[in-house]
């Protein structure tokens, strides 16, 4: 394996740490008891010998905290990483994850045809994370596709992925992690130390994640809901708007998690943690990276919380205009229906679906004096024409009499009443197999 390789991705990988953790070349200088941060400046461009940077490498993850397990994977140095079908499905974010961490993502042939069969299957959960991950992948420099062209006669795609491994290694020269949720892959790899292709479970992959800061506290702090914080340790900024580690996938933020934890937690608990996180500088717009890229806006509108919503937007300044958007590569375009604002996400329910509480909702969000009523989404669908989708009267009538534009057309030249007469033809856009877009 390539040493400059290694030493490059470690420089790398050290400066984000300290830049993650709010910490200037100087004061990392001082934490490190060195004279001058002149000297933190060739650590970080490697200009030092490869064993002196990695002696460097731990005393940087000491300072910041940061358990074995961590440091293990901070210094493993330059990797590729190869999700398998079981870890896609089961974190669908996963790939933005790893290219956070990894000098490259290779993506499996072989996985796409997977996950493009459980697709073609029907419209159930699983077909719909399928599709979501086979429309949110972009390909480019970091992350490539690799074809299986082994042994025809091989149809293990175990094996297959293994092979795909194993020419990366080849082909860039560095060791290659595939991260899998299943334990098959034990039965196929080489177990000695020098083997070049190491099956990860995601759970493991997750609980060691190389978030560069202390998770312990921030899954503690997650965990926590009282009437005063006064005495609790007040996070850094980076850590008020970390993602936190569940099941198996890293998403939502603490303020996300506050508002989706419902009935569990009295309201007013909930008020005096979200209030006090944004007092410590945490985003109350920023995004989850976890399936739908919604702040947290849209996750009590998701939940019909009421009560919340008027929170979020009248005493936090919550904007009602934060469309999703994936929060590790504003880059990426007409992904997974970008640009879902608040106001669609609550008009996208069927008349059975509404309640007092939803309709509250759009009435909160329509009297506010920011709101942008006609705004479109990647498809081109205004809160009026989700409304008409599934044959929602009630909310129609309530866009039409705010006065939004009834001249606004979809990506397919479709107007609201186009949509609206389709539901009546084919029922509730929600419900019919395979055209599910929210």
């Known amino acids: 394996m390539s040493e400059q390789n290694d030493i490059l991705f470690l420089c790398r990988r050290m400066r984000e740490l300290r830049e993650k953790n709010n910490c200037s070349q100087d004061k990392m200088a001082e934490k490190l008891n060195i004279a001058n941060k002149s000297t933190i400046s060739r650590i970080e461009s490697g200009k030092i010998s490869y064993k002196n940077l990695i002696s460097f490498a731990r005393e940087y993850c000491e300072a910041f905290g940061m358990s074995e397990a961590q440091i293990d994977k901070f210094l493993r140095g330059d990797r590729i990483a190869i999700p398998d079908t079981s870890a896609l499905l089961s974190n669908p ?15 499996p042939k072989t996985v796409i045809d997977e996950l493009d069969s459980i697709k073609n299957r029907g419209m159930n959960k699983l077909a719909t994370i399928a599709w979501e991950i086979i ?36 082909t860039y020269g560095c060791k290659v992690d595939i991260i899998t949720n299943d334990t098959d892959y034990s039965a196929y790899l080489k177990t000695d130390g020098e083997s070049n292709v190491k099956a990860i479970h995601l759970r493991e992959y997750m609980m060691t994640k190389q978030n560069i800061m202390n998770m312990s506290f921030l899954v ?18 980076a850590e008020a708007n970390a993602y936190i580690p569940d099941e198996g996938r890293v998403g939502n933020t603490l303020i996300i998690n506050a508002v ?21 500088d945490a985003d109350i717009d920023q995004r989850d990276c976890n399936r739908r890229y919604f702040p947290p806006l849209s996750h009590a509108i998701q939940m019909g919380d009421d009560e919340m919503v008027d929170f979020l937007l009248n005493e936090c300044g919550a904007n009602p205009n934060a469309g999703s958007r994936n929060p590790f590569d504003a880059s990426k375009v007409r992904q997974k229906n970008e640009g879902n604002m608040p106001l669609m996400i609550a008009s996208f329910f069927t008349k059975e ?21 006609n705004q ?21 009538n309530l866009l039409l009499d ?13 107007n609201y009443m186009d949509h609206w007469n389709e539901c009546l033809v084919y029922g509730p856009l929600k419900n019919r197999n395979g055209k599910r877009r929210k």
């Not at 299986?148 to 092979?163: A, H, L, P, R």
């Not at 503690?220 to 900024?237: C, G, H, I, T, V």
């Not at 989706?260 to 410590?280: A, H, T």
């Not at 705010?402 to 479709?414: L, P, Q």
């Open 135 to 170: 429309n949110s992948i972009r390909y480019g420099e970091r992350v490539i596709s690799m074809g299986y062209e082994g042994d025809n006669t091989e149809d293990n795609n175990d094996c297959k992925i293994i092979w795909i491994a194993e020419k990366a290694v080849e």
């Open 353 to 373: 679906e509404w309640s007092p509480r939803r309709e509250r909702i759009v009435q909160l969000l329509l009297a506010h004096e920011a709101i942008s009523v």
């Open 260 to 280: 989706r934890i419902g009935r569990k937690v009295p309201f007013e608990q909930r008020k005096k943690k979200i209030l006090w996180l944004i007092s410590c």
């Open 402 to 414: 705010a006065g939004v534009d009834t001249r606004i057309v979809d990506i397919n030249g479709k």
């Open 93 to 107: 974010q996963l790939i933005d994850e790893l290219n956070q961490e990894y000098n490259k993502v290779v993506i």
């Open 220 to 237: 503690e702090l997650n965990n926590y809901y009282a009437d005063s914080y006064e005495d609790y340790q007040r996070p850094s900024k």
């Open 376 to 396: 479109q989404d990647a498809n081109g669908f205004t809160a009026l024409i989700k409304a008409c989708t599934n044959g929602n009267a009630r909310c129609r």
